[in-house]
């Protein structure tokens, strides 16, 4: 097993405040997971025993308490999208050109949308990333009922062909 990483004097100084304090929700759990091993000299998997946690969660708490200090031990970092392309703000601005030729009569094509997208990025999206920024927006599907710029003849001998195949 690795060494742990020291935990630096000025940290362990913060600790010791942080300690005098009360603690909501599971503030309790993340200060004792620092505590037990600046304290007690205990390890990673004796105090995710005691705690109740996972080793790896324990180290992480560690770890994020030794970078940031007590606001590691304050923060509750859950949810939240932590593996975006681009922020809300972004996309928006990104589909803006999109719905302008939207108002203009166009029928967005999402795989132009993708290759737009992918050429923004940098790298290769899957499809579903698209539908998923798209439903974040508000954005539909609208059925379509009939062309836009309907050709009467090609329209007529469609309707024959279809009557006398059945």
Known sequence: MRPPIPIP??????LRA????????NELQRFLCVWLRVKQGLNGPVIAKIIGWNVATVRMT????I???VSALEE????GRRRELMSEEEERAFLAGFERSGEKGDILVVNELKAALEKRVGRPVHKTTVYRML???GWRKHPRRRHRKPVPEVLEDFKKGASQDG
């Not at 004097?9 to 913060?14: N, T």
């Not at 942080?18 to 929700?25: L, P, S, V, Y």
């Not at 560690?62 to 308490?65: I, L, V």
């Open 62 to 65: 560690q770890r994020d308490f």
């Open 67 to 69: 970078r940031r200090g």
């Open 76 to 79: 509750v970092r859950r949810g």
């Open 9 to 14: 004097e000025e940290r362990q100084a913060e």
């Open 135 to 137: 439903h974040r927006h």
């Open 18 to 25: 942080f300690r005098k304090r009360k603690w909501a929700g």
